[in-house]
């Protein structure tokens, strides 16, 4: 009832307030997480650090993944299309993705992977890691650079390029199996959550301009409400507004253009006529 009544209070809000030009940040952080709804996660208050990050910073209350299961989503975060909703998907990307984008700005990029074998992996599942959830690992802008795959590193790294100072503009955190929710608990997954965020967020460096956006991929099987369920989303930074709730109807397409935005990068073809989280910001 509590939060029912701050998300009502917030939302009044919403309708009147104006789009607010979106920032430059120097440091973007995309955490996804797994196959959960929003009534799981917040409503009944599955993941307590998750729902107090939401109730501090910005909650994202209407937005929804693009399909069922997994494979789907992640395409369209990075690349602003499907390719395929084939979980056990055994080809290539050749589009036009946000790792194009990067190198084309000479931007520095990183996927953090929990449980990935080794720097520059790019094979098959090995559980708790598993290639569906890592989206870099497909494309040949990727693949085919020595360069470019060495950005795909072991999560642990995540946690040295902070303590040094060395975090890129964008940076991809993937946890496996066992702490992104799928496999374990919603416990395990938040409490893995804080581990990984509390450390950012006293971040010298991300206090200055840093955004962080935690989402997950999809909602449960059961709620396929505009194709992958009603899922939470939430944005963090030091420019963005605080306890509020965007009642924009948003779907992954907007998580990419808004990576753009933040990034100034110009929009990929798919992202053009989406709207980016631009209400989040002060």
Same mark, same amino acid.
């Given at each position: ?89 055994? @080809?290539?990307?050749? %589009?036009?993705? /946000? ?5 084309? !700005?000479? #931007?520095?990029?990183?996927?953090? *992977? ?90 010298? @460096?991300?206090?200055? %301009?840093?955004? /962080? ?5 999809? !909602?449960? #099987?059961?709620?396929?409400?505009? *194709? ?55």
């Amino acid at each position: 009832m509590r939060y029912k009544l701050w998300i009502g209070l917030l939302m009044l809000g919403c309708a009147a307030a104006a789009f607010a030009a979106m920032p430059q940040s120097k440091h973007v952080v995309l955490i996804v997480e797994e196959n959960h709804s929003f009534d799981n996660v917040i409503t009944q208050g599955g993941m307590p650090y998750l729902k107090s990050l939401a109730e501090k910073h910005t909650i994202l209350v209407n937005y929804y993944a693009n399909h069922h299961p997994s494979m789907g989503n992640y395409f369209t975060m990075t690349t602003g299309q499907t390719i395929s909703t084939d979980d056990g998907y055994k @080809g290539v990307v050749e %589009d036009e993705n /946000l790792v194009s984008q990067l190198i084309a !700005a000479n #931007k520095q990029w990183k996927a953090y *992977g929990q449980s990935i074998p080794r720097a520059g992996y790019v094979g098959g599942n090995r559980k708790p890691f598993v290639k569906k959830h890592f989206p870099m690992a497909y494309f040949t802008n990727v693949r085919d650079d020595d360069k470019q795959r060495m950005n795909l590193v072991p999560y642990e790294q995540f946690m040295q390029d902070l303590k040094s100072g060395a975090l890129p503009d964008f940076s991809m955190v993937v946890p496996d199996q066992d702490h992104d929710a799928h496999d374990g608990t919603l416990q395990e997954a938040d409490d893995w959550l804080k581990q990984c965020v509390g450390p950012l967020l006293e971040d010298p @460096g991300f206090q200055q %301009d840093g955004v /962080l956006i935690i989402t997950f991929d999809e !909602a449960a #099987k059961s709620d396929s409400s505009h *194709g992958g369920g009603h899922i939470t989303t939430v944005v963090i930074g030091p420019q963005v507004k605080e306890q509020f709730a965007d009642n924009t109807f948003y779907q992954h397409q907007s998580l990419l253009a808004t990576i753009e935005d933040l990034l100034g990068l110009p929009r990929l073809k798919q992202t053009e006529k989406v709207p980016s989280f631009t209400n989040a910001f002060k």
